[in-house]
């Protein structure tokens, strides 16, 4: 019986090797494309729907494939946007490993035509 659903917004860079990780490890999934809000950058989301035995499970296949990696943003300065001369030094980011949502399941049925 399925009763949690996971989702798992992920970096790009990780979800090759998540996916094979994933699948390997016997547990289906429906991937989207996603953006983050702040950085406006792609991502990607994964719904995996286990039992609830297995969610832990999951977890640590995603704390392995998913890496923390540093991002230097460059702000727009109120200086530059007037012409000065010295740039604004980049602010530092750190995003990832992972962000995952665990949430019940109520119900998880496969419909098909004939039913
Ligand atoms: P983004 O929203 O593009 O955020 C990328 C990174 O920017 C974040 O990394 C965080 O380090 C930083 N950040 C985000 N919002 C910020 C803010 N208001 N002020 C300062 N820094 C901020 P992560 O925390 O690892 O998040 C990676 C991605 O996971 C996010 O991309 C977003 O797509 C998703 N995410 C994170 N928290 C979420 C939440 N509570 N609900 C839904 N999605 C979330």
Known sequence: ??????????????????????????FSF?????????????????FI????GAVERVIQVIREHCHTRTRYLSPISPILETGGLFPPSPVEVQVGGAHV???PVEACRRLHPDD
Do not use: C, P, W, Y
């Open 30 to 46: 429906t991937h989207v494309a996603s953006v983050g809000g702040f950085l406006m950058e792609a991502n990607d989301t994964l």
């Open 1 to 26: 019986m399925t009763s949690r659903l996971i989702i798992a917004i992920v970096q790009r860079r990780d979800l090759d090797g998540l996916s094979k990780a994933l699948t390997e490890a016997g």
């Open 101 to 103: 949502f665990v949430l």
């Open 49 to 52: 729907a286990v039992d609830e």
